[in-house]
């Protein structure tokens, strides 16, 4: 069985830079897409981005271009967010997945790791 583990998270002063690994430990993940989404409190799930198998391309939603960065070491099993310029509506929790969420392919989650943006 698939298990993704997110860490990283915490509280970031506004503007300040935040890295979420996701990592899978034993499963080799290179040949998946593997993505974010966030819930934030009270609302639904929103793509955040999408990093295709091997080295990429990547996709990021309008919300997070220019100040977030996936990329992933297959190496590792490890999948990255490093979130830049963080704003208040970036307080969500995170989640990792593999597959593309866009295409509705997601078919294991991890448990998500909060951030919370103060100002």
């Known amino acids: 069985e698939v298990q993704l583990v997110e860490l990283g998270g915490g509280l970031v002063q506004l503007g300040g830079p935040l890295r979420l690994p996701c990592r899978a430990p034993g499963c080799n993940l290179s040949s998946y897409a593997l993505g974010w989404v966030r819930q934030a409190p009270g609302k639904g799930f929103e793509w955040v981005s999408t990093?295709?198998?091997?080295?990429?391309?990547?996709y990021y939603a309008d919300s997070v271009k220019g100040r977030f960065t996936i990329s992933r070491d297959n190496a590792k099993n490890t999948l990255y967010l490093q979130l830049n310029s963080t704003k208040t509506e970036d307080t969500a929790m995170y989640y990792c997945g593999r597959g593309d969420y866009r295409e509705y392919s997601t078919d294991y989650w991890g448990q998500g790791t909060q951030v919370t943006v103060s100002s």
């Open positions: 990093i295709n198998s091997g080295s990429g391309p990547t």
